[in-house]
């Protein structure tokens, strides 16, 4: 269920200055029509992982939809003093009129892969830049490390903690909702139940204990008042001394219900694995082997794959500031570039931007992307981007090669392409539903189990193959010889 | 000019679940009156620096102000099945009546000092901890990061350009408010300039280069489009090569009108201290020597600081993603702790939360802070935390000590001992106005001059005093003795 009430903030004028500017230019240069192709792509995946998810899909549908101009935003521009006044008033009767295709959300992506591209008029295309970069880029950062952390916890619970420490409202609530499409179970983000249907969890501060004369007596308000999974927060003063003690005598009080049991403790400080272990012997040995334990505090992937290494009893965890911000790597570098221009004719002169560095250097043409898998076993076996135009015939064998290396060749037999974008808009018009959350998770988890587990590890994974078709490459290759030999001005 | 027009989400939901247990619970069990007090303090400044900057106040009064229950939000708790009615009619009724005290936006801030002060009922109090940690946190944390790289700069200006890699939509408009009380001249960001009046700035993309059939041609249309600061973007193809010289070119061919000078280049990629070097002399060759060099390309304090050392030729700074997301510390750990209980009667209990790590044991009680200055100097010396009836005489000397090295004293004289908190709210009635975000920045800038350079280093910056007075040092002692022998349970 989405309700998006109080959430329908219009966002038209988050966009860079620049891509103003530049729609003012193109207007008065002779392009108010001239179409265009571009596409996004990242070049470095977060922690240096093996794949990252796509996700934000739908806030950049949204926001596509409710593109307009305001009187204030007219006015606001004219008050800038250097945009005409026929601009203006192309703003003021602007309709969004691009095609829009992109992976889907949920999916991993790889390096260099066009996970998007906008065709339509250069005003328009450009302008939206700002916007699609930022939506993506978020919500990929953080689907991809909440993918990671789940990941380390090895099936257990991860629960989304981390709305105080984000980067702002949106960043608590569609990081929450994006946390939520990368595998966590639930947030503590209570709007982001009530506006995207993630389950909102979390029992007591400290305060509560803090609050009563004891802490005894608050874990027994606590009880009475939520009998129904239970858990009690054992870190104030003591865990073992006093924390876990005052949880198992509040358990055999019986002042649950009859037919209800503990629910559970939280260890929030100190050396989690030592006490999770202790607190594990202590419940059992009251008679509560039943009575979860869940961790929290300064978590991440790699902290709670140490403590499961090192034998934690921990069931599930709460993962606060590090997944909301991604902290160890807190930016998801895509980039939005233009890839081509459409003649009247309807014929698309490829655009390429070259750089010293390799890895910047774009890949022109209007381009389809395409996954290979491998048909016994279902497993991913490389991306291969083509051009628009081009089918992979996948009931022959197909040689893959290295793009930058391209005496590193493999021939593909038995597999199926699927061509893994879909397209969002078309000429302006939303072809796609919104889809429940649950399904993007389902979606995430399915397609996550397509990679190799080579892929899949955190330190040094498998590349994963993005390759480029032989006919694309041909363009880029002469596109890229026709610039070294000199600009072409 | 600040008008919220678009900006109105109601976040009240915005609030960590367990908030919502814990004051249903609060209700139930005697607490519906009971007054509390909370402190929000942090315990390490981001990047090891020596100082950190407050920002975000103005967004917790505007969430404060707009604290409201809408039926929607009464029917989703309702929908949770385990609030009272008698709760939820609570809520309904719901009028904000706390005390609220805060160091204003843009005053360098420490570690361990209480910032914030929330006073009341307890159920409210709670409630508003994590929009109060989540504003707070997230400006701190921006407004801080743009401080170090605008000193890094010395004096050059710097624009914030980073919205399409912000964590979320108001990741980019807060975030570009904070860097703007932080230093930043301006910022890319549109929307920031419509609502909040940060200047908005940016000129083209390389879209707009390769749009056209040459660079030159590129630059023609866009000096003709904006004579005025007409700024070209240089780095499509080659900078030395191509970009400089038709930047020259197009400067020389008077398609600016008379009197209008060439803005400036923009270089964003490659060795841009090498770059900028080479292309200033050719500016000055060519008789531009007041066109200015802007470098962008993931710059951040330290590669402004190498840049500059290094004798780079750079009048101005973009700074994207490394701003916007603090990406070297993206977290500002900022927590929000119970410190007192106030009797019928008014006597404060003051209340104390204990870790086995000593930075993470609390101040308990209600308190004040102090900054002292040095009348000769203006200088900063130290700030002090009293109980909140204790008013430190700067008319005779005073004592100041380590709280955790109680043999480290100095005696102050010839100070001005300043209470350096405001009153954001009375009973719930705010009682500051909405200031120019002009005078935050330049309240921020006075204030950091107050620092010693000492405070300010980037590396191993001198620790800033912060210290207990002797009376509200008695009491954390007190507390401290009780729970080492044992909960109070």
Chains 1, 2 share one sequence.
């Not at 950062?141 to 409202?169: D, H, W, Y």
């Not at 389902?442 to 078709?469: A, G, I, M």
């Amino acid at each position: 269920m989405e309700n998006n009430s109080e959430m329908k903030t219009n966002l038209t004028m988050l966009t860079d200055f620049y891509e103003i500017t530049m729609a003012n230019g193109y207007f008065t240069n002779g392009h108010r029509d001239t179409v265009v192709y571009f596409d996004m792509f990242f070049r470095e995946i977060p922690d240096n992982g093996g794949y990252a998810i796509m996700a934000g899909v739908q806030q950049l549908v949204d926001y596509l939809e409710n593109l307009k101009f305001t009187p204030e935003d007219l006015e606001y521009l004219r008050g800038c003093k250097i945009f005409s006044e026929e601009f203006i008033g192309y703003l003021r009767d602007f309709r969004f009129c691009c095609d829009v295709w992109s992976v889907p959300e949920g999916m991993p992506i790889f390096p260099g892969e066009p996970i998007l591209t906008v065709r339509g008029p250069v005003i328009q295309a450009q302008f939206i830049e700002t916007m699609i970069l930022l939506t993506v880029n978020h919500q990929s950062l953080i689907a991809t490390k909440a993918n990671r952390i789940c990941r380390a916890a090895q099936g257990r619970p991860v629960m989304e903690f981390g709305s105080r420490r984000a980067q702002g409202a949106d960043g608590a609530i569609l990081g929450a909702r994006a946390a939520y499409i990368g595998g966590c179970c639930g947030t503590a983000c209570t709007i982001c139940d009530r506006e995207y249907g993630v389950p909102a969890l979390g029992t007591m501060a400290h305060s509560w204990i803090q609050l009563f004369d004891s802490e005894l007596e608050a874990f027994r308000a606590y009880a009475r008042e939520y009998p129904r999974n239970c858990t009690l927060l054992v870190d104030t003063y003591n865990v073992l001394k006093s924390g876990v003690p005052h949880a198992i005598q509040v358990f055999r009080e019986e002042i649950l219900p009859r037919g209800f049991r503990p629910g559970g403790i939280r260890i929030d400080s100190g050396d989690i694995t030592y006490l999770s272990k202790k607190a594990r012997k202590m419940l059992d040995d009251a008679g509560f082997p039943d009575c979860k334990i869940c961790a929290s505090n300064s978590l991440d992937e790699y902290i709670i794959r140490d403590m499961l290494m090192q034998g934690a009893k921990v069931d599930s965890f709460g993962v606060g500031e590090r997944m909301i911000t991604s902290s160890s790597h807190p930016v998801f570098g895509g980039v939005y570039k233009l890839s081509g221009v459409e003649g009247k004719d309807g014929v698309v002169t490829p655009k390429i931007k070259i750089s010293e560095n390799v890895s910047k250097i774009t890949t022109p043409g209007f381009k389809k992307l395409w996954r290979l898998y491998d048909r016994s076993s279902g497993k991913a076996l490389a991306d291969v981007i083509t051009l628009s135009d081009e089918v992979i015939d996948d009931t022959r064998p197909y040689e893959i090669f290295d793009p930058n290396f391209v005496w590193k060749r493999k021939t593909l037999t038995n597999f199926r392409a699927e061509d893994i974008r879909v397209q969002l808009f078309q000429n302006g018009r939303c072809l796609t539903r919104k889809q429940p959350l649950k399904e993007l998770q389902s979606y995430c988890c399915e397609q996550v189990d397509t990679l190799w587990d080579e892929v899949k590890r955190f330190e040094n994974p498998h590349k994963y193959y993005v390759d480029l078709s032989q006919k694309l490459w041909d363009v880029k290759s002469r596109l890229i010889s026709e610039y070294s030999f000199g600009p072409n001005a």
